[in-house]
């Protein structure tokens, strides 16, 4: 059974930083992309950054020069090191991993249970 597995999350004061981890199991195929989205109470989820398989990054502005992701194809992970939070950075983070599986570009999207991260002013 393939399973997104988060850890990392946490209570921090604003200012100060935390490290996500996502654990990709039960699989060895490259994604064509891996990142890791966020849902805030009463909110939509919304994406924090991906990475795709070549090692291209996108950031939300909001995150730009604050968050690093990171993606170890050897150890199968995606990590975000989050510098800098501030208290809108309180949010429940998801990882997320798709690929294309067919030439009609229908997709295999996986996502994590999420990791609280709870920012205090």
């Known amino acids: 059974q393939v399973q997104l597995v988060e850890s990392g999350g946490g209570l921090v004061q604003a200012g100060g930083s935390l490290k996500l981890s996502c654990v990709i199991s039960g699989t060895t195929r490259r994604f064509d992309a891996t990142g890791w989205y966020r849902q805030a109470p009463g909110k939509q989820r919304e994406l924090v950054a991906t990475?795709?398989?070549?090692?291209?990054?996108n950031y939300a502005d909001s995150v730009q020069g604050r968050f690093t992701i990171f993606r170890d194809h050897s150890k199968n992970t995606v990590d975000l090191q989050m510098n800098n939070l501030k208290p809108e950075d309180t949010a429940v983070y998801y990882c997320?991993?798709?690929?294309?599986?067919?030439?009609?570009?229908?997709?295999?999207?996986?996502w994590g249970q999420g990791t609280q991260v709870t920012v205090s002013s």
């Open positions: 997320n991993a798709w690929t294309v599986v067919n030439v009609e570009g229908a997709k295999w999207e996986l």
């Open positions: 990475v795709r398989s070549g090692g291209s990054t």
